[in-house]
């Protein structure tokens, strides 16, 4: 069964604007990552944050992990058009498989 | 640096024909490889993966099989498409023992 679930599923914003993503999931982990799809594309990795980790920044990204809660989010700064996207958190165990869950659709207007 | 690829883009195929998805990896050696199927508007589900040449590891009992005859090569089977096959399929690649994949474009399946 899928692990990650994503909070929300769609997300609208105006240019410029934050966009919060959540996260939850259910067993224990080794890492949290968060990866982005264009409509219709492959996904790119954006982040990893490690177990032991509790917050990490990569550019306009912040990414923090709660391991109490089994929850991570993933925050965008200053969005822009560009970044109009589906966005899934994926949790890694210790067979390096990751269990990903059904993604946010972030869409940014212009 | 690292490219994989993956075709056809699209298909389209008829209920009880046979499949056939290449997945090729450029770049590295020795990688992990794993298919993926992600449903219409939904996450993705872990297919198969393998951790070398003729290792495969299937996640979920289906109509699919896998198979990996090379380093850097991975086939995703089928000899009776269903319906239900329908889907974007994705193919991935990760270094051994570390944790971050990487994806291929994918490859759309319609079965008719």
């Known amino acids: 069964s899928q692990q990650g679930e994503e909070d929300p599923q769609a997300l609208s914003i105006q240019e410029g604007e934050n966009a919060t993503m959540n996260c939850s999931y259910k067993?224990?982990?080794?890492?949290l990552q968060w990866y982005r799809q264009n409509s219709g594309r492959g996904l790119v990795h954006l982040i990893l944050i490690r177990s032991n980790e509790r917050e990490k920044h990569s550019g306009r990204l912040r990414v923090t992990l709660d391991t109490s809660k089994k929850s991570s989010s993933l925050l965008i700064t200053a969005s822009r058009a560009a970044d109009t996207a589906s966005y899934f958190c994926a949790s890694g165990g210790s067979n390096y498989k990751l269990t990903f869950g059904k993604g946010t659709l972030l869409t940014v207007n212009p | 640096s690292q490219t994989i690829h993956q075709w056809p883009a699209t298909l389209v195929q008829p209920v009880g024909s046979p499949l056939s998805l290449e997945c090729t990896v450029e770049?590295?050696?020795?990688?992990?490889l794993y298919w993926y199927r992600q449903a219409a508007g939904r996450g993705l589900q872990l297919l198969f993966y393998?951790?070398?040449?003729?290792?495969i590891s299937s996640e979920v009992p289906q109509n699919l099989s896998a198979s990996r005859p090379q380093d850097r090569q991975f086939i995703l089977s089928s000899k009776k498409l269903l319906l239900s096959d329908s889907g974007f399929y994705l193919c991935?690649?990760?270094?051994?023992?570390?944790?971050?994949?990487?994806f291929g474009p994918g490859t759309r399946l319609l079965v008719l």
């Open positions: 067993t224990s982990i080794n890492n």
């Open positions: 770049g590295t050696s020795n990688p992990n």
């Open positions: 393998s951790v070398g040449i003729g290792q």
């Open positions: 991935a690649w990760s270094v051994t023992g570390a944790e971050t994949q990487y």
